[in-house]
């Protein structure tokens, strides 16, 4: 059982920034690939950026692709969201989730996800 822990979130002005971070407990970490997902009220989850197991492949949703960006540690079994140019439409719960296999945009495959982090950004 992999348990995951979002940090990070928070209220902040658009055109800010937020780096959320997504601890693992698991020390097979590598193993598994990573994603990050938001929700909304009265939205469907939604893909944001996914990272492969070594970190050398990322996805991105086109929402965001060139304002947020992927990374992993795997030394500290983490992943992190850096979010730029922050605007309102990004206010959600956002969830990393974590999977064995490759890394992936739908929710669906996903095995492990964590409690959520709140994003709010303020016009």
């Known amino acids: 059982q992999v348990q995951l822990v979002e940090t990070g979130g928070g209220l902040v002005q658009a055109e800010g920034s ?38 050398g492949i990322t996805y991105y949703a086109g929402s965001v ?22 605007k309102p439409e990004d206010s959600a719960v956002y969830y990393c989730a974590a999977r064995i296999g490759p890394q992936s945009v739908d929710y669906r495959v996903y095995t492990y996800w964590g409690q959520g982090t709140q994003v709010t950004v303020s016009s």
């Open 18 to 55: 937020l780096r959320l971070s997504c601890a693992a407990s698991e020390r097979t970490f590598s193993s598994y690939a990573m994603g990050w997902f938001r929700q909304a009220p009265g939205k469907e989850r939604e893909f944001v950026a996914a990272i492969s197991g070594s970190g």
């Open 65 to 86: 692709k060139g304002r947020f960006t992927i990374s992993r540690d795997n030394a500290q079994n983490t992943v992190y969201l850096q979010m730029n140019s922050l």
